[in-house]
């Protein structure tokens, strides 16, 4: 779903596995996968678990945009 929608708005991604980051997922509070983290400003605004659809995506994008 991420990659369909990373092809509909130009915005930056990345992705990784926690199990080999513990502390990174420790120093954000996420609690579990997968998690869809936004940043603005280099601070999180909005943390997402449940992606539901790829429209679903595209609008918590383009509100966070």
């Known amino acids: 779903m991420l990659e369909i929608t990373e092809q509909m708005v130009e915005v930056r991604m990345g992705k990784m596995n926690l199990n080999f980051y513990p502390e990174l997922a420790k120093s954000f509070a996420i609690e579990s996968v997968p ?19 790829v429209p679903y995506l595209y609008e918590k994008i383009k509100k966070i945009l």
Do not use: P
């Open 35 to 53: 998690c869809l983290l936004f940043f603005k400003n280099g601070e999180v605004v909005e943390t997402v678990y449940a992606f539901h659809s």
